[in-house]
């Protein structure tokens, strides 16, 4: 039988999925989209989890006032970054807020209860002193020279600068930036906000002299593995392309030494930036 002409013509009956493909076969299919789709939001969950608890826990860089650690040696917000959370022993990351009161003064509740001194020292010119302890001299690739005292090595490079280690748990990172910040003390003030350490507290963070160049020094204590360390960071500004950061950490207990205080003078009188 003919359609009629003025009619369209009927479409040809299409037969079921069921009879073209076979049942086991759209089960498989139903089932693998199912494992997708789930996978796909197993991966986004983790994944965001992993992220925050990188973001609690830290990293290990500390900035300077003199800019960027702490991926070259570098910052692209001109910070300059050395140690300065839970790399923990020589690290920082964001965490969005200190874990300690704060104080603006040369002293403070660590200066009290972690070393035997004030600080004070740690502010004062350390680069004019008559003698240094240095025993080597350490030449870095970025351009930079340093004396090293006695039973004092380079350690390794990472994205937040050169390390070294000392006799007895003594600590140094040293980290650099070609777009320095003009201002290291807002600078650090900015950079303590992603401090993450555990039990950090705060001594100083204040402008000092050092060798006619914009500084700053950032000091803080710390506990780590159940040994509370004492840190000063210094921050200084070279010229409009360099910056640098001196990050030197000991046992809180031994602050007061005359060797740390030997050490500290060492290391800032001897360090000379790039030419």
Do not use: C
């Not at 789709?37 to 973001?55: F, K, R, Y």
């Amino acid at each position: 039988m003919m359609t009629p002409p003025d009619l369209p013509p009927r479409p040809v009956p299409r037969a079921p999925l069921t009879d073209v493909v076979p049942r086991r076969t759209l089960i498989v299919i139903a089932v693998a989209v199912v494992v997708a789709v789930l996978g796909v939001v197993l991966a986004l969950t983790l994944g965001g989890d992993e992220g925050s608890d990188q973001s609690r826990t830290g990293g290990d860089k500390a900035a300077t006032g003199a800019g960027r650690e702490p991926g070259t040696k570098n910052d692209p917000s001109g910070g300059v970054r050395t140690d300065g959370a839970a790399t923990g022993s020589a690290d920082a990351t964001p965490d969005g807020t200190p874990s300690a009161p704060k104080t603006d003064g040369a002293t403070g509740s660590a200066a009290a209860s972690g070393g035997q001194d004030s600080g004070k020292d740690s502010g004062e010119d350390a680069g004019k002193g008559d003698g240094t302890a240095a025993v080597s001299t350490h030449q870095g690739a970025q351009g930079y020279s340093i004396g090293l005292p006695k039973g004092w090595k380079y350690q390794s490079s990472d994205a937040a600068g050169d390390r070294f280690t000392g006799p007895d748990g003594q600590k140094l990172l040293i980290g650099w930036t070609t777009t320095p910040k003009s201002d290291p003390v807002a600078d650090w003030k900015n950079q303590e906000r992603y401090m993450v350490r555990s039990q950090y507290d705060r001594i100083r963070i204040e402008k000092v002299g050092y060798r006619g160049w914009n500084t700053a020094d950032w000091e803080f204590t710390y506990v780590d593995g159940g040994t509370k360390y004492r840190t000063v960071d210094r921050g200084f500004v070279v010229d409009e392309d360099q910056g640098y950061a001196l990050m030197y950490t000991a046992k809180a207990a031994k602050w007061g030494s005359e060797t740390r205080r030997i050490t500290w003078q060492t290391l800032t009188k001897t360090f000379e930036p790039k030419a």
